[in-house]
């Protein structure tokens, strides 16, 4: 999905631009989605692409929701930013950051795909 950063800029909120285009990330423990305990399915703000079953959402005790297992949706790639190698998982679909991840989760991947809330549109199951 192409777009110009002014389409972007047209579509999502300032925080959504700032985290899905720049990279950003949120503050901890300000999500939107960091406590919600709902059925359903987690999109990316930016193309509505499904990347997260609820299912899979845990309490990492890290400040941003967290989820142990993602879809086939969500592309990765090496982040040496901030002087520290992470790995950065994005949507494949229009290339909007996401956030990281780690390899700390719980079983049964061990994984920890901590994601910013500002990327995220939450579709409660029906």
């Known amino acids: 999905m192409e777009k110009t950063n002014d389409e972007w800029k047209e579509i999502l909120t300032p925080e959504q ?5 720049l990279k950003g990330t949120e503050a901890p423990g300000t999500g939107k989605y960091l406590n919600t305990k709902e059925d ?3 999109h990316c703000a930016a193309c509505d692409a499904e990347l997260f079953p609820s299912d899979t959402k845990y309490e990492s005790g890290c400040g941003w929701p967290s989820f142990y297992e993602g879809k086939q949706t969500i592309g990765y790639r090496d982040d040496d930013s ?3 190698h992470r790995t950065e998982i994005y949507c494949k679909n229009c290339g909007g950051h996401l956030g990281h991840l780690f390899d700390d989760g719980p079983m049964p991947t061990g994984k920890r795909y901590c994601v910013n809330s ?3 549109t ?5």
């Not at 631009?17 to 285009?21: G, V």
């Not at 939450?122 to 029906?126: A, I, M, S």
């Open 82 to 84: 901030l002087g520290m």
């Open 17 to 21: 631009y700032r985290i899905l285009r």
């Open 40 to 42: 359903g399915l987690y």
């Open 122 to 126: 939450f579709k409660k199951k029906q």
């Open 118 to 120: 500002a990327a995220l």
